[in-house]
């Protein structure tokens, strides 16, 4: 590919963080009506004893349902986030909170395996993992991740916060578009560089038969929408183990260190602070999230803890895909990452 300024991507989900930042629009407070309609839902849960995973007809959302759709639409065509803020977090058990975020993310789309573990609801916790450890990944840790996408290019990533850190932790949003826009401006060589293939270590995350590492660009375009796969550096560094021929080369490196320095640019990106029972929703294919390092309690029922899901839409909701990721894609299709035995 050979950028040229006619090329600047202009939409939406090409955003600039301070214009952002306190635009409330990607705020969705829920009213009354859908806290008493994700209470009536829970209540029936019960009432049917059903437990994850369970359908949308299961978790009926008789309004809410339809401005979820909406929000939905707003990730593929709008600035590709979302906070849904406002449930009672203290009314609900651990177990209830996980109930009624299934229930939402199922009205979204189909939630995947997201690790070898076969997790379709994950957990966002310091497990006591670093990176120094070249299969452990970094929600497994407390440490600061770099701006990234998620292993898979599933369609929408979702956070529920049960409980928030000591301090820090406090997420981090950049328009992976932006990042391609200002990179084709100032380093247009860097940004050609970002469509060749990059070699990813899966962090013993890879099915059975397939090899322990792939390849993907970073950035490729479909149908003119451009998409995103940056994955957190150690994924790029660890898959040296796999030979000498996999590391990346000097202008690969030097393209990974421009993307971060962009995308770390104040200017450029947006800061989130998760209050107990908020929802995140992002595009998983146009924006790049990032995270501080924190610091936990010591007591285990305060810690900092997380749920998340992978969640693939329909294929007429979703964003076009390069043929270059489509092998990556139909693991998504097909349910996610396999559970290892």
């Known amino acids: 590919m050979n950028f040229n300024q006619e090329e600047i991507i202009v939409d939406a989900g090409a955003w600039i963080g301070p214009r952002i930042q306190d635009d409330s629009t990607w705020i969705h407070q829920l009213d009354d009506l859908a806290i008493a309609e994700i209470e009536n839902a829970l209540t029936n849960l019960h009432k049917i004893k059903a ?9 009926p959302l008789p309004t809410f349902a339809a401005k979820l759709k909406i929000i939905l639409d707003k990730l593929e065509h709008g600035c590709g986030f979302a906070l849904l803020r406002g449930l009672p977090r203290e009314l609900y058990t651990d177990e209830d909170c996980a109930l009624i975020y299934w229930g939402i993310g199922v009205h979204l789309g189909n939630p995947i395996s997201q690790n070898a573990r076969g997790h379709r609801l994950g957990h966002v916790r310091d497990e006591g993992r ?6 452990a990944r970094g929600y497994q840790t407390h440490q600061r991740m770099d701006f990234h996408c998620d292993l898979l290019p599933v369609d929408v990533l979702g956070l529920f916060c049960l409980r928030t850190a000591k301090s820090g932790g406090v ?23 970002t469509y060749g293939l990059f070699n990813v270590d899966w962090r013993n995350e890879e099915p059975e038969g397939e090899q322990p590492w792939f390849s993907i660009p970073m950035f490729s375009v479909r149908d003119g929408k451009v998409s995103s796969r940056f994955c957190s550096r150690p994924y790029y560094e660890s898959v040296s183990r796999y030979g000498e021929t996999l ?6 490196r030097e393209a990974l260190d421009k993307v971060q320095e962009i995308a770390n640019r104040p200017e450029l990106r947006l800061s989130m602070s998760f209050q107990e029972g908020d929802i ?20 285990e029922a305060r810690k900092r803890h997380l749920l998340r899901m992978w969640i693939a839409v ?10 270059a990721l489509s092998g990556r894609y139909n ?11």
């Open 51 to 59: 437990q994850i995973p369970f359908s949308a007809e299961a978790f």
């Open 130 to 135: 670093s990176y120094e450890d070249p299969d």
């Open 171 to 193: 997420s981090a949003l950049v328009s992976a578009l932006t990042v391609h826009n200002v990179l084709g401006v100032e380093r247009p060589d860097l940004l050609n560089t």
């Open 247 to 252: 590391v990346l080369t000097n202008l690969q």
């Open 280 to 299: 995140q929703l992002i595009n998983n294919h146009m924006i790049m999230h990032a995270r501080e390092a924190f610091e936990d309690y010591e007591d």
């Open 314 to 323: 329909s294929d007429d909701q979703r964003r076009p895909l390069s043929d």
């Open 331 to 341: 693991w998504v299709k097909n349910g996610g990452i396999p559970i290892k035995p």
